[in-house]
């Protein structure tokens, strides 16, 4: 993983995706590509989607499965991943 960094994505259709980009991604693309990507089915915060991407998914939070997203369209939001909030992501 050290070429590549976690970054949480919304999308203009509500979706809510983790996962891995080249480090020298252009981030403010309007489509991305993620590597282990994991779609958040149900957030289970209580302080929003930026919840996500500090501390992780909750206990409550619905996780997909990993799958890479060769393209991910509609790009509205790109948020920095904390190293635990990766972890919990990875895990869920």
């Not at 980009?21 to 693309?29: E, I, R, Y």
């Amino acid at each position: 993983m050290s070429d590549l960094k976690p970054i949480l994505v919304t999308t203009a259709h509500r979706g809510v995706f983790a996962g891995l980009v080249p480090a020298d991604t252009d981030l403010s693309a309007k489509t991305l590509s993620l590597k282990d990507a994991r779609m958040a089915i149900y957030w289970g915060t209580t302080k929003g989607v930026m919840e996500l991407a500090e501390t992780g998914p909750t206990g409550k939070s619905r996780i997909s499965a990993k799958a890479d997203i060769p393209v991910l369209h509609d790009v509205t939001a790109v948020f920095e991943v904390s190293d635990t909030a990766w972890a919990k992501w990875v895990s869920a």
